[in-house]
């Protein structure tokens, strides 16, 4: 018998009712001057008619803006009638981290996407993913969690997985990828998994899709319109709302293209704490051995720039956001077709 532990976050919506329900979560935190105090997170369900349950999550890191402005338009428009299915909604699952425009969470200095499956009795993030992972999880068939590259880079914009060992699944999460219908969707695993909310969905054996829409810690025009249609098209891909998905792109593509990042050679990583100066923006071309940029050493003008390279050809995923940028932080990723390993 499994023995849950159950959440200490209230939530008062009946996942099983048809009809619209729009809610607020309520996570408990204690304050000098609020003992019972609660952070309130919106929550939004819509059922009707036997279907499937996608999952739709943004603002896991607080400083990314598209998806939430995309899943809380969704949350306001989506009518119960045109529903086959159900459809969860959390826009802004960080509300301390958004409401402080910050990756990392105020209350305890964590990154919610390094903190699952959570616990619990642990700190707010912990508590958060816990809720998450072990009460919303089970409920859903496909996840699509809405990111954007935050501070950190720019991103070309795209849906992303991991490469599943399972083929069956791998196809299926690429065809609903494709569906979403981002200029690319990459194939990766980033340099720090297992803690984070994709490997719990995995974990779970449900469909997941995460998604690099915008960057650079402000609001991607493209990026909004990318993830406002890539969650309709999501759910008419899965037949929950009626049509076929609109997949055509800018540049006259019509659909999206499959690229990869096979391992970590294809990540930049900076040599040393300075300023960072990139020669390409995110969807150029690139070629090993090029040029990525110049780390300047603004207190010594003297000091001739570090020149760093790109270990691999292929098209800039992943380029740097802030300025300044510490030795070892990546500052570059390149992305290549995709083909089976
Ligand atoms: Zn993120």
Known sequence: MESRVAS??????????DGRQASNLRAPLSRNNAGWGTVEIPIIVVKN????????????????????????????????????GRVIMIPTVNMPAALNDTRLSPIDDRDLNRCFPGN??????EMLAHFLD??????????????????????????NMHYLPDEALRARTMAAAAAFGAPFNVVFSSVDEGATFTSSVE????????????????????GVRIAERGVRNILKHFGILDGSPETGQRD?????????????????????NA????????????????????????????????????????VLWMAAGPGRVRRGDAIAVVMTDYAEP
Request: proline share 6%; charged share 25%.
């Open 49 to 84: 008619a036997p279907g499937p349950t996608v999952l739709l999550t943004g603002g896991i890191h607080g400083d990314e803006y598209e998806g939430q402005i995309a899943i809380s338009r969704l949350a306001r428009e989506l009518e119960p009638a045109a529903v086959r």
């Open 8 to 17: 200490r976050i209230a939530s008062d919506v009946d996942f099983d009712r």
């Open 120 to 125: 619990p009795r642990g700190t707010f993030s």
């Open 203 to 222: 974990r779970r054996g449900i469909l997941s899709i995460g998604t690099e829409v915008g960057g650079w810690g402000r609001v991607s025009v493209e």
């Open 134 to 159: 072990a009460i919303v999880l089970p409920l859903a068939d496909v996840s699509v969690d809405v990111h954007t590259a935050g501070h950190s880079f720019d991103a070309a914009l795209s849906t």
């Open 252 to 272: 006259g593509r019509a659909g999206t293209r499959h690229m990869m990042v096979r391992d970590q050679s294809y990540f930049t990583f900076a040599p040393a």
């Open 275 to 314: 300023l960072f100066e990139p020669c390409h923006r995110a969807g150029d071309e690139v070629e090993e051995g090029a040029l990525a940029g110049f780390l300047h050493f603004i207190e010594d003008v003297d000091h001739p720039p570090i020149e760093v390279r790109y270990r691999r050809s292929g």
